[in-house]
């Protein structure tokens, strides 16, 4: 920043002064940087960090820029090359074609699918979970893509968003129920296998794998690894490793969760902590996460991804949903879906008891997850079923099953 104009002062964000995008040579320092490591390192793809704080004035975005270039040179290599932005606009425009007038990136993160999942399985509602609590939140990303499509955020307090429209293809969205922004950004950078069980992480996989959006899957996410993901930092320059880690502390306030629990990002063993122990992916241990079990499942979730057409259909108009609650209808926790690929149905039962859905006569059961590992059976309906349906299934509690009807 000392010898060239890459900052200015008119405008800030949470990191300081933001980059001076309205400067030609800093515009395409940015750009032919990435055509960089498109081009000469065989980079397949780009995740674009935080581009909600990029402040550009130009008439045409910095992004809509990269992409024509990225596009260009894609012809040019006769490969794909993809843009993955990470906003927290809910803005389809950037991944609108440019001649609707978006800016042609490839797709853009979906938190609020993650907030959603992550509500559903947990039951966490503080800070900006707050929103996600309701009995519609995951029905609603699971059928539109964005939760708060120009609706109300309590968090925020105002309205927030915008929709997608329904032209978009679904595989736009990166859905996930793990990553390291929300586990790195939690307070002790605890996973979801710290807090739940076997079972509900079990849930938590065939959410994420059956998701409309392209899934996204975290480091040891799939074998539910017991070690934490915590933010650590190697700043030799005092004043910086100050203020990360005050500005660390007043955003966990936000939170509600405790400063005190809070690991020095500077501390050697914070980041020796963060790393896998690849050696528990096999085991099954009597007591916690029973981690073979839970890699098998991710396998058998990728292999019913990959052989059903239906959970690729990119449509938002095969997408739909059903949700209720259980006995306790404010827990969170304690909820069931139906939610449908197509003809493809996606069961979901976080209640405390057993809950029955009816299914059509010759559904078959593709996998199920959970519930102690008691398989569910299809059985004919006892007595008059109020949806006419001929058939049912049970499933237990923090369970879930992927069914279809039979392929002739």
């Known amino acids: 920043p000392e010898f060239g104009p890459y900052l200015r002062d008119a405008a800030r964000n949470t990191w300081g002064l933001s980059v001076n995008l309205d400067a030609r040579e800093v515009r395409e320092f940015i750009i032919q940087n990435s055509l960089m490591w498109l081009r000469d390192y065989h980079v397949d793809g780009l995740r674009l960090d935080a581009v909600h704080a990029l402040h550009d004035e130009s008439p045409t975005h910095i992004l809509q820029e990269l992409a024509e270039a990225a596009d260009a040179l894609s012809a040019h290599q006769g490969r794909p090359l993809t843009l993955i932005a990470e906003s927290d606009l809910n803005d389809p425009t950037l991944i609108l074609p440019r001649e609707a007038g978006g800016y042609g990136l490839t797709a853009q993160w979906s938190d609020d699918y993650h907030h959603a999942l992550h509500v559903a399985v947990s039951g966490e509602t503080v800070g900006y979970y707050e929103d996600f609590g309701a009995l519609g939140a995951f029905p609603k990303v699971w059928t539109e893509g964005f939760f708060h499509n120009g609706t109300y955020s309590s968090f925020r307090g105002r309205d927030h968003g915008f929709p997608i429209p329904p032209t978009v293809p679904t595989w736009r969205l990166v859905t996930f129920g793990q990553d390291h922004d929300q586990i790195g950004n939690r307070a002790a950078g605890d996973r979801l296998s710290q807090s739940l069980s076997t079972d509900r992480l079990a ?206």
């Open 203 to 408: 849930v938590a996989a065939v959410l994420t794998l059956t998701t409309p959006g392209t899934p996204m899957l975290f480091m040891g996410e799939e074998w539910g690894a017991s070690t934490p993901w915590q933010f650590f930092t190697s700043h030799p320059e005092p004043e910086l490793r100050e203020a990360t880690a005050k500005g660390r502390i007043e955003e966990f306030e936000k939170m509600g969760w405790d400063p005190a629990i809070v690991p020095d990002p500077q501390d050697p063993e914070t980041f020796h902590r963060s790393k896998l122990d690849w050696a528990e992916a096999a085991t099954s241990p009597e007591v916690g996460v029973d981690h073979a079990r839970l890699l098998q499942l991710y396998r058998d979730l990728a292999a019913v991804r990959r052989a059903r057409p239906e959970l690729t259909d990119p449509a938002f108009a095969d997408c739909d949903a059903l949700s209720g609650s259980g006995a306790d209808s404010d827990d969170p926790r304690a909820r069931w879906f139906v939610l449908q690929r197509g003809e493809l149905s996606v069961l979901v039962n976080l209640t405390g008891s057993s809950h029955t859905f009816a299914v059509a006569p010759d559904a078959v059961i593709l996998l199920s997850a959970g519930g102690g590992e008691v398989e569910p059976v299809i059985t004919a309906a006892s007595g008059p079923d109020p949806s006419g349906a001929a058939s049912v299934i049970t499933l237990a509690p923090d369970s879930a099953a992927i069914v279809a009807p039979a392929r002739p």
